[in-house]
Structure formats: structure tokens, C-alpha cells
């Protein structure tokens, strides 16, 4: 019996808890039934979960009280609700409603553009090293060559040897990158976008665009009106809470997302999470929240691995990659034996850990367990 299955276990355990809290108490507050779920994950099965980069407080209390509105919802297509999504993100990001195509997730629309744009005949998918990697995989699946370019010494995508290998195909910028948590500037990424020849596709994964808060940091978004070639996901898992539900999106002109919406589902995105996306985005609370929050952890934890003497990358995300000095596959190992999940290798960096942020009682019980493995 290993570890991941026992987490499973315990999570649809947990799932059971959660519906049953539901089903048999109907008047327990939103409040206290999140409560209960989120103290049996944090402490009722002892696991701390720093591994995915999730957002530990979990959705807006809006999100879930729109949930909860829309179960008896659930017997109908979610043409309603899809539009609802759009306009307000159509709103919130400046475009136009067919400037915007909703994902399961925003891993559906790195799916898409690699489906849409890559491969043998349409070119290769070019992909820093390291960075979040399905992307690269769909496209392998799909016969492209895939051309991996290793970050610059500042953590950076390395853009002028990016561009020249590239063949036709697709170019994926992740930015902040998953798992470094580092940007690429916005002067540097900018003037990549401009001089890339239409026939190249660029796609800029912002999933942890609300983590950064840098001055050399920018979304491209802005960019998409003057460039055809230009696809820029988001998601709603992270400083939404809503991993689970599935929920992202890109912004690109309509041509664009006529392309990638031909490789898809239809109705791809459920009704559950399309109302609880549509509430988070009317909190004000939960953005501002989830940084300050997230902030505090980094500052906490950064802080103190720097007294024991380990160096972080400059991090602009709900996550921390350092420097452990030594191979970090034992030390994943014997956390995971004190019951604390980091992140896996990245064989690129295989000296570094890549840790997600939790609660501060979690990044201490990290703290805990890292001091033992390392002494
Ligand atoms: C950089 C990056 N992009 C996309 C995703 C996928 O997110 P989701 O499919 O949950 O929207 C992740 C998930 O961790 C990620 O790190």
C-alpha cells in the first residue's frame, strides 16, 4: 500500500464527508461546512499537501454559495451559463465576447493549441527547460518535435533561442513558470511577440499571473489585438480556489479560437464550475486575499530557509523553487515519509525543490519535517 493510494483514499473520503455534510445537514452555513472540510484536509488525515500549487483557502464563498444555487441546475446544458462566464470576462480583460474560449481548465486549451498547432506537418512545439510539461507531451503525442530551450541564468525563457528554433508550430511561454515561479520580462517578452513571424504561434500560459507582482512583470493580454498569433491562457485554479471544479480560459482573436475550438468537447466546462467562476470574479475579496495570504507564506518561508542557508529563485507565484545543495529525490522521498508532499523533480534543476505555499501552519509542519530530512 503506497502513499498516493492512501491519499486517494483519504480524498474521496474526504469527498464522501463532503456531500454527506451536505445531504444530511442542509442548515450548516457555507462558513462551517467548508471549514470542516478544509480542517479534515489539513489535519484529519495528516497530510500536507505543498505539492500542486494549489490555493489551500479554497474558493470564494460566493463561488460555493453559486454552486449550491445551481444544483438543481445540473439536469441542463450550460449554454447560459458559458455566455455569462464570457461576457464577464470578456469585461474584465478588455476584449470582445469572441476574443474568449473557455477550457476544462486551462490544461484544455494547452491541449487544444498543441492539437491545433503542432505536429508533424504544422511544425514544432518550442517549450523552455524546465517548465510545466503537458503541453510538450500533447505535443509529442500529436509526432511534433519538440525543441526544449533551457532558461537563462536568471531563470528566464531564453526568447532569441526560442524564436530560432522554431518551425512554424507553437512557442509556449510560461510566465511566471511553473516550476521555477520566475517571470521573463515584459520589455524581453514583448518584443519577442513582435518580432514573431505570423505563421508561428505563440501561446503565454498566465495561470499564475495574479502571484506576480513585479514591474518587469505584464501580461500580454494587451497584445492580442494587434497579433493573430498570440493565444494567452488563465485559469481559474489557483487564486481562485477552483482546482478541483476545472475552470481557465485564453484570450485570442476570434480566427484564432475558431481553430482551437474545432479540436473541442462540446460543452466542455460544467455548470458548477461555469457559476462558481462567475461568482468569484464578482468578489472583490478573494484576489486581494489569496496575494496577501500568499504573500505572507513566501515571505515566512523564504525567510526562514534563507537562516538555514537555502537560497531561493526570485519567485513571482503561489509557489518557491530553492536550492537544496544536494539531489533532491531522497528529500522528496523522506518528506513524503513524514507525511509532507513537495513537488517531484525536474530533472533540469535536480538539485532544487519546487514547494508549494500553504497555510502557515503547513509551511511550519514543512519546516519541521525539512530540518530532520536535512540533518
Ligand atoms: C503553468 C500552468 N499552466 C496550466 C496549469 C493547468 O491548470 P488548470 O488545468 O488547472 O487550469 C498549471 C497547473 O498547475 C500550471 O502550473
Redesign the pocket.
Known sequence: MNTMSISRRKFAQLLGAGAAVAVVRPSLSFAKRTQSIATFLQSGNGIVRLS???NPYGPSPMALKAMTDSFSLACRYPDEHNNVLIDKLAKLNNVGHDQILL????????KLGAETFTGKTRGTLVAADP??E?ISQQAAINGAEVVKVPLTASFAHDLPKMLASAKRGLIYV?N????TASITPKNELSEFIGKTPGETMILV?E??FHYADSPDYESVISLVRDHPNLIV??????VYG??GL???YCVAQKETLDQLHAHQMWDSVNIMALAAASASLDDPDQVPNGQRLNNEAKTFTIGELAKLGYKTIPCQANFIMFDCKRPVVPLIQALKQRNVQVGRLFPALPNYMRLTMGKKSEMESFLGAFKEVMA
Not at 103 to 110: F, K, P, Q
Not at 176 to 179: I, Y
Not at 233 to 238: A, E, H, W
Request: with cysteine; charged share 20%; proline share 9%.
Open positions: 500542486a500549487n494549489e477550457g476544462d481548465g486551462s490544461s484544455e486549451i494547452l517548465t510545466f503537458p510560461c511566471p513558470n511553473n516550476p500560459d495561470a499564475y491562457s488563465r485559469t481559474f485554479s489557483k477552483m482546482a476545472r475552470c481557465g
